[in-house]
Protein backbone atom coordinates (compact mmCIF):
# COMPACT_ATOMS: atom_id res chain seq x y z
CA UNK A 1 0.00 0.00 0.00
CA UNK A 2 2.59 2.54 0.56
CA UNK A 3 4.80 1.96 -2.16
CA UNK A 4 1.63 2.55 -4.36
CA UNK A 5 1.50 5.68 -2.77
CA UNK A 6 5.41 6.37 -3.44
CA UNK A 7 4.62 5.13 -6.88
CA UNK A 8 1.63 7.74 -7.34
CA UNK A 9 3.76 10.58 -5.96
CA UNK A 10 6.90 10.19 -8.42
CA UNK A 11 4.87 11.79 -11.40
CA UNK A 12 3.96 14.53 -9.68
CA UNK A 13 7.61 14.92 -8.26
CA UNK A 14 9.23 14.82 -11.65
CA UNK A 15 6.37 17.25 -13.47
CA UNK A 16 7.49 19.71 -10.34
CA UNK A 17 11.40 19.41 -11.11
CA UNK A 18 10.58 19.94 -14.54
CA UNK A 19 9.05 22.82 -14.32
CA UNK A 20 12.35 24.49 -13.34
CA UNK A 21 14.01 23.08 -16.37
CA UNK A 22 10.98 24.58 -18.86
CA UNK A 23 11.42 27.98 -17.14
CA UNK A 24 15.13 28.40 -17.57
CA UNK A 25 15.16 27.11 -21.07
CA UNK A 26 16.32 24.27 -23.52
CA UNK A 27 19.04 23.85 -25.44
CA UNK A 28 19.20 21.99 -29.22
CA UNK A 29 22.42 20.62 -30.50
CA UNK A 30 23.58 17.32 -32.69
CA UNK A 31 26.60 15.83 -32.06
CA UNK A 32 29.22 14.61 -34.08
CA UNK A 33 27.45 11.07 -35.19
CA UNK A 34 24.50 13.22 -36.27
CA UNK A 35 21.92 12.80 -33.34
CA UNK A 36 19.90 15.46 -32.11
CA UNK A 37 20.00 16.27 -27.93
CA UNK A 38 17.66 18.43 -25.96
CA UNK A 39 19.17 19.73 -22.94
CA UNK A 40 18.32 22.80 -20.35
CA UNK A 41 22.24 23.21 -20.11
CA UNK A 42 24.30 23.72 -23.23
CA UNK A 43 27.24 21.48 -23.58
CA UNK A 44 30.83 23.05 -23.20
CA UNK A 45 32.20 23.35 -26.39
CA UNK A 46 29.37 22.66 -29.15
CA UNK A 47 26.98 25.23 -30.55
CA UNK A 48 23.89 24.62 -29.01
CA UNK A 49 20.64 26.91 -30.04
CA UNK A 50 18.33 28.08 -27.04
CA UNK A 51 14.66 27.35 -28.03
CA UNK A 52 12.20 28.92 -26.44
CA UNK A 53 9.48 27.27 -24.83
CA UNK A 54 5.72 28.58 -24.80
CA UNK A 55 3.53 27.61 -22.29
CA UNK A 56 0.67 25.45 -23.66
CA UNK A 57 -2.12 27.41 -21.32
CA UNK A 58 -2.65 30.66 -22.29
CA UNK A 59 -3.23 33.34 -19.56
CA UNK A 60 -6.40 33.54 -17.75
CA UNK A 61 -8.89 36.53 -18.54
CA UNK A 62 -9.54 38.50 -15.62
CA UNK A 63 -13.33 39.00 -16.93
CA UNK A 64 -13.65 35.53 -17.87
CA UNK A 65 -12.57 34.25 -14.41
CA UNK A 66 -14.56 36.82 -12.46
CA UNK A 67 -17.73 36.24 -14.31
CA UNK A 68 -16.66 32.17 -13.65
CA UNK A 69 -16.13 32.20 -10.29
CA UNK A 70 -19.17 34.52 -9.89
CA UNK A 71 -21.33 31.96 -11.80
CA UNK A 72 -19.81 29.57 -9.18
CA UNK A 73 -20.76 30.93 -6.58
CA UNK A 74 -24.53 31.78 -7.68
CA UNK A 75 -24.20 28.33 -8.35
CA UNK A 76 -23.10 26.99 -4.99
CA UNK A 77 -25.91 29.93 -3.18
CA UNK A 78 -28.61 28.12 -5.00
CA UNK A 79 -27.66 24.50 -3.90
CA UNK A 80 -27.40 25.46 -0.36
CA UNK A 81 -30.65 27.27 -0.28
CA UNK A 82 -32.24 24.33 -2.15
CA UNK A 83 -30.21 21.77 0.72
CA UNK A 84 -31.82 24.44 3.42
CA UNK A 85 -35.02 24.38 2.24
CA UNK A 86 -35.20 20.13 1.95
CA UNK A 87 -33.43 20.07 5.33
CA UNK A 88 -36.55 22.03 6.70
CA UNK A 89 -38.86 20.21 4.89
CA UNK A 90 -38.06 16.87 6.18
CA UNK A 91 -37.95 18.45 9.40
CA UNK A 92 -41.79 19.55 8.47
CA UNK A 93 -42.61 16.55 7.73
CA UNK A 94 -41.32 14.30 10.48
CA UNK A 95 -42.99 17.24 13.38
CA UNK A 96 -46.24 16.49 11.56
CA UNK A 97 -45.47 13.03 11.77
CA UNK A 98 -44.87 12.88 15.39
CA UNK A 99 -47.93 14.84 15.95
CA UNK A 100 -50.08 12.00 14.23
CA UNK A 101 -48.68 9.75 15.83
CA UNK A 102 -49.42 11.44 18.82
CA UNK A 103 -53.29 12.10 18.02
CA UNK A 104 -53.23 8.37 16.58
CA UNK A 105 -52.27 6.76 20.38
CA UNK A 106 -54.65 9.30 21.72
CA UNK A 107 -57.40 8.45 19.56
CA UNK A 108 -56.80 4.43 20.22
CA UNK A 109 -56.47 4.96 23.84
CA UNK A 110 -59.59 6.60 23.65
CA UNK A 111 -61.18 4.20 22.01
CA UNK A 112 -59.79 1.51 24.43
CA UNK A 113 -61.03 3.24 27.58
CA UNK A 114 -64.79 3.39 25.91
CA UNK A 115 -64.81 -0.31 24.94
CA UNK A 116 -63.96 -1.20 28.45
CA UNK A 117 -67.08 -2.62 30.83
CA UNK A 118 -68.17 0.24 33.60
CA UNK A 119 -68.86 3.71 34.10
CA UNK A 120 -67.53 6.56 31.56
CA UNK A 121 -67.87 10.44 32.68
CA UNK A 122 -66.58 13.72 31.27
CA UNK A 123 -65.57 16.25 33.59
CA UNK A 124 -67.76 19.45 32.70
CA UNK A 125 -66.86 23.02 33.11
CA UNK A 126 -66.43 23.34 36.82
CA UNK A 127 -64.50 20.09 37.14
CA UNK A 128 -67.27 18.25 38.53
CA UNK A 129 -68.22 14.72 36.07
CA UNK A 130 -70.80 13.76 34.43
CA UNK A 131 -71.70 10.24 33.80
CA UNK A 132 -72.43 9.23 30.23
CA UNK A 133 -75.56 7.28 29.29
CA UNK A 134 -75.72 4.51 26.60
CA UNK A 135 -76.18 6.95 23.77
CA UNK A 136 -73.43 9.46 24.04
CA UNK A 137 -70.96 6.51 25.20
CA UNK A 138 -71.58 5.16 21.73
CA UNK A 139 -71.21 8.73 20.05
CA UNK A 140 -68.24 9.42 22.16
CA UNK A 141 -66.85 6.30 20.40
CA UNK A 142 -68.11 6.99 17.21
CA UNK A 143 -65.95 9.90 17.31
CA UNK A 144 -62.94 7.99 18.53
CA UNK A 145 -63.06 5.84 16.14
CA UNK A 146 -63.12 8.59 12.99
CA UNK A 147 -60.07 9.96 14.51
CA UNK A 148 -58.81 6.62 14.85
CA UNK A 149 -59.16 6.16 10.77
CA UNK A 150 -57.96 9.70 10.29
CA UNK A 151 -55.03 9.91 12.68
CA UNK A 152 -54.29 6.42 12.03
CA UNK A 153 -53.57 5.70 8.31
CA UNK A 154 -50.58 4.12 8.84
Not at 51 to 77: H, N, Y
Not at 114 to 129: D, K
Not at 136 to 154: F, G, I, K
Request: net charge positive; charged share 25%.
Amino acid sequence: MVIRRYWTLVPAALALLAGPAVAEGVYKWVDSQGHTHFGSAPPPGKNAKRLEVRSSTPDPDPDTSAQTSRGWREQLELSNQRRQQAREKEQEAAKQQGESAQRCAWARQTVDSLNRGGARYRLNAQGEREYLDDGQRQAALDSANQRVAQYCRN
